[in-house]
């Protein structure tokens, strides 16, 4: 089916135009102008009217664990998962981004390769959900970070490492994860204790680079941080202590920074349900977190939305509310909403989507009002299309 949106703005992923037209027809965007000059084939399609409202692209979270629900005790919910109830739990969190306005999700860490299977399901259209770009397990030193959950697989030393990347890529990972810092999840490592060594990371950034993979480094502290951008990563998630030499060195590089604030947030407003060592880690970093935040945009870094989802109180669907508190941390509305489209789509190598151009894919979404004027538009989508077709919002 073939459909006009009419006199709308448009936000393309970069900036914004007013009285658009934007013509998709077969998964595709066929056509994209001034509304006063729309062809006919355009004209004879279904209209939606756009009057008023604000045409982006699909939004895009960078971090998600489609295996975990969000539930108070991280932890004991990995208890007893399995790559099967893994697989039944993503189908339905995989979907849930779509009501939301998400059509791709990068997930960072799942049982084996179950997530990789669950994204190969939706590309074949077995199951309906946001596309996913998975990680399938990610890696950690012995003892590490997430060493007690079933996301992460524990090795050591850089030929051991590089075996690893191969594994995970031949179970179908698109995109390799590292932990090279602790985190505030798991009990009994600091959130800033340096894992990986200089040359493992190096080793997993050669690795997976020889096979067109990107990769993401957890990172907390600054050692760590700084390890894995020099290493070559694509991405920091979380990125939390980031001082003046970091930001400068992440700019130069084009090293994209994923701060994953609806995680805190997650911990800090529901501490009364979350283990008290992850509630502790958590306060600590807030402040600072904060600080680096302003600093990293102060200095260009590159940012993308991840919400980390499935952490505690951190639902499936969440990325617009982390495009809400990443204004409120000092962002302009325009630059998170770049965050969540073009820079999303870059960092994951996905060149059909994440902005709004003829022969790109058709994943949209239509908003009442402006959110690269007003964020908090982005709370309320109204029409939700994935490669063509209307799978969320509340008209269609």
Known sequence: ?????????????????????????????????AHARAPRIARAASEVEGSGRTLTPGLIDCHVHLSFDGEGDFADEATGLTEAKAAVKATRNVARHLAHGVTTVRDLGGMGSSMCDVGKAVDDGVIPGARVVAAGQALTITGGHGHNL?????????????????????????????????????????ATFTAFTPEELAAAVDEAHKWGRGVAAHAIGAEGSWNAVVAGVDSVEHCVQVNTELAAEMKARGTFRSPTLCAIRGILDNADEVPEYAVTKAASLEAEGRDSFRRAVRAGVRHVCGTDAGTPFNPHGNAPHELVYMVQWGMTPLKAMQAATANGAELLRLPLVGTIEEGKEADLVMFEGNPAESIEHVLSPLMVVKAGDVVGGSIG
């Open 150 to 190: 079933s996301l992460a697989r524990e090795v050591d030393g850089p030929d051991a490492v590089r075996k690893a990347v191969r594994e995970e890529i031949k179970g179908g990972a698109r995109v390799i994860k590292v932990i090279a810092t602790g985190g505030v999840l798991t009990p009994g490592i600091g």
């Open 1 to 33: 089916m073939s459909r006009y949106f009419s006199n709308v703005t448009v936000f393309d992923g970069r900036t914004v135009k007013t009285k658009q037209g934007v013509h998709i027809a077969g998964g595709t965007i066929e056509w994209i102008g």
